[in-house]
């Protein structure tokens, strides 16, 4: 027998929580475990934009055959217009080349094994704290992990000096992952200045930034957020982003996203991709075509592009709300510490500094179900389950 041996895994610290949640009977239970976007009556809908750009796909779709292994092609070159803005130098020189690639997770993993197999970057640099699964999908590719500081938990803040003493420590041809913006789980984003100051250290040193990408029209707008990945493409000449459309299209279980590697010239990229698509070949050998059919459709279309940052728009601001309303209602629920920081906060999560114990005790006490750092997905709350987790949560302080 060769599986008799093998030990239970342990459940998953996001996607346990919601197993758990589904198995709970209490009536007035909350999940705000995992980051999925929920409407003001918590439902995740489909965009119209979507669902109009399915209509038209399913109206004038003639096969199934196999897409090439880089995925629709169509859809590559919005996501480079996304990505960098129009008419953007990396993009004029063609020193870009993007595969489409299953989600933000699926684009990470072929990143990873793509640089393990090709190059001599097998060291990567994650936040502390950072999103719970690229210490999974990193070590599964077989990268050696890092960590640089980046969060102060006293002040609930950035600790920028941290985070360069500790990246001035770093080799030549480490790579570093960035969060382009919604830093997840803090929420804290760099500022432009810190951008700045991010990609002369890794220019300095050689390091090389793996953008991963996963909230691009949360934070400010789609534009704003990609201000990081611009100042920094701007600079550095090698670069990678892993991005994903299972936010910002609300295309969760599409699998949608993409790859892109940047070189310093045409004639590199062409090589070096040529791996990347060895490495896709090797795994799923091409990607299924649906959701990126859906994303090219909606900005190929002037009408449908206006109707989705509408939707997407209207998503960020939801979140917005919610997080004043937070901070307000845990107030009114006679909660005496201060929680104004999260309103700063980015994205669809708030770092709220509880302790794991805390944590334990909404869960076990008051059905309230957050990730084990403090991590609360505020693109759960509503109007109406807020006075349900903010007396929970005065009640476990
Ligand atoms: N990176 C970060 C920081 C994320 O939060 C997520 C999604 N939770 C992903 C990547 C992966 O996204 P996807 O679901 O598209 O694989």
């Known amino acids: 027998m060769i599986f008799t041996q093998i030990e239970l895994a342990p459940a998953d610290p996001i996607l346990g929580l919601t197993d758990a949640f589904k198995a709970d009977t209490r009536t007035e239970k909350v999940n705000l475990g995992v980051g999925i976007y929920k409407d003001e009556s918590g439902s995740t809908p489909i965009l119209k934009s979507v669902k109009l750009a399915e209509e038209r796909i399913l109206a004038t779709q003639k096969s199934k055959s196999y897409l090439g292994i880089e995925g629709v092609e169509a859809y590559n070159r919005v996501v480079q217009e996304l990505l960098f803005g129009e008419g953007h130098e990396v993009v004029k020189n063609k020193r870009a080349l993007t595969a489409q690639a299953p989600g933000g997770t699926g684009s990470l993993r072929v990143a990873a094994e793509f640089l393990v197999r090709n190059t001599e970057s097998k060291t990567i640099w994650v936040s502390n704290p950072t999103w719970a699964n690229h210490q999974n999908i990193f070590t599964s590719a077989a990268l050696k992990i890092k960590q640089y500081r980046y969060y102060k938990a006293e002040t609930h803040g950035k600790d920028f000096d941290a985070m360069i003493a500790d990246l001035k420590t770093a080799k030549e041809g480490d790579l570093v992952l960035l969060h382009g ?10 500022t432009q200045a810190e951008w700045h100051i991010i ?3 890794c220019l300095e040193q050689s390091l090389v930034p793996l953008f991963d990408f996963a909230y ?6 789609v534009e704003e957020d990609a201000q990081g990945l611009r100042i920094v493409a701007n ?3 090698e670069l990678i982003i892993a991005n994903s459309f299972s936010k910002n299209f609300g295309l969760y279980n599409e699998r949608i996203g993409a790859v892109t590697l940047v070189a310093e010239n045409q004639a590199d990229v062409i090589k070096a991709f040529s791996q990347v698509k060895s490495t896709i070949r090797g795994n799923y ?3 299924p075509a649906h959701g990126a059919l859906i994303v090219s459709t909606i900005l190929g279309d002037s009408e449908l592009t206006t109707l989705w940052q509408s939707e997407l728009k209207e998503m960020r601001e939801r979140i917005a709300k919610m997080r004043s309303l937070f901070v307000e209602t845990l107030k009114s629920a006679g ?7 999260i309103s700063t906060q980015n994205g669809m999560f708030s770092f709220s500094g509880l302790t794991k114990e805390q944590v334990a005790k909404l869960k076990d006490d008051h059905a309230v179900y957050i990730v084990g750092s403090g991590r609360i997905s505020v693109a759960g709350m509503t109007i109406e389950n807020m006075p349900v987790i903010c007396k929970a949560i005065a009640a476990v302080l």
């Open 181 to 190: 913006c919604c830093h997840n789980p803090t929420g804290i984003d760099l």
């Open 199 to 201: 990609a002369e250290l």
């Open 216 to 221: 691009q029209g949360f934070g400010t707008g």
């Open 235 to 237: 600079k550095v000449p």
């Open 285 to 287: 050998s091409n990607p």
């Open 335 to 341: 909660v005496k510490q201060d929680f104004s920081f």
